[in-house]
């Protein structure tokens, strides 16, 4: 069985549900800036038993938005790493 959930663009404004997996869909559209992009990866994972978790962004073309997202998102990952506790 899988356990899906769908829904716009509120997924960036503080829902959680522990231990997801994110796909977007339609990434290189208009809708989504950097930061849309950024906060929607977030949402995934977010539990002690599966901290990470995969994101997923389908897209017609590799916008400028979807290319910067990426960037941040390894950017800030790589940072974090050297603040583990």
């Known amino acids: 069985m899988i356990d ?4 716009t663009t509120i997924l ?14 339609g990434g290189d ?5 950097t930061a849309t992009l950024i906060q929607i990866a977030g949402r995934c994972g977010r539990s002690a038993d599966r901290p ?3 994101v997923r962004v389908y897209v017609q073309e590799k916008t ?12 800030l990952n790589n940072l ?6």
Request: no cysteine.
């Open 29 to 33: 559209e208009p809708v989504f800036s």
């Open 4 to 7: 899906g959930l769908v829904t």
């Open 64 to 75: 400028k938005q979807v290319v910067d997202a990426i960037a941040e998102i390894h950017y």
């Open 52 to 54: 990470n978790g995969l």
């Open 80 to 85: 974090g790493k050297h603040y583990e506790m």
């Open 12 to 25: 960036e404004r503080g829902v959680t549900f522990l231990g997801i997996d994110v796909l977007i869909l």
